[in-house]
């Protein structure tokens, strides 16, 4: 099975995001795919080099990382599903609203085009704020699915939810049989 495995800017969940991936690149064909924001930026948690050089190593291949390079993921190259790990709430709010204006939000917008499955693994600071919607919006929507998520930090940031990445692997099977895994939301 070809997944397609998108890296959005949630910086602080890029180390779990590649432990994620690199445990699925034992089992799937991963074709990587990088935000502009996380190709480009450098914080605290990592340099751009290096995360581009880690998911190269953990693919075999370098990552996509342009509308350019993701819009051949759905007719001409179609993956079997496509999973955003992480998914920030910029991307979900794009994704619900229908703009495909980034590398991650186009190669989901090929891949249900090609009526393949979008798994979303949330980290946003604003999930249960602004982007509650949307989260709403693709939950109704076909080909699109959610890993499990959890308030991270119920006092300081109330609006935050993180998902639950060891839930990835049989999110990716239930997504492929069309079934939705919940709980959605729980308490950890």
């Not at 990088?34 to 914080?43: K, M, N, V």
């Not at 075999?60 to 990382?65: H, L």
Request: proline letters at 5%; charged letters at 20%; glycine letters at 6%.
């Amino acid at each position: 099975m070809k997944i397609g495995f998108c890296i959005c800017g949630s910086f602080c969940t890029h180390k779990k995001a590649l432990k994620t991936m690199r445990a699925l690149s034992k089992k799937y064909e991963i074709v990587p795919v990088l935000s502009e924001h996380a190709a480009q930026t450098d914080t605290r948690f990592g340099t751009h080099d290096a995360l581009i050089s880690e998911v190269t190593k953990i693919c075999g291949r370098e990552p996509v990382m342009t509308i350019e390079g993701a819009e051949p993921l759905g007719p001409i190259e179609p993956l079997d599903m496509l999973v955003i790990c992480p998914c920030t709430g910029n991307t979900l709010a794009k994704i619900a609203s229908g703009i495909s204006d980034t590398s991650v939000t186009l190669a989901a917008k090929a891949t249900v085009r090609a009526d393949r499955p979008v798994l979303v693994a949330l980290c946003s600071n604003d999930a249960l704020g602004a982007n509650l919607k949307n989260t709403g919006v693709l939950l109704n929507r076909k080909n699109f699915y959610f890993v499990p998520m959890y308030m991270d930090d119920k006092e300081k940031k109330p609006h935050s939810l993180v998902c639950d990445f060891s839930a990835l692997g049989k999110c990716i099977q239930a997504a492929m049989r069309g079934k939705q895994i919940n709980p959605v939301f729980f308490e950890k």
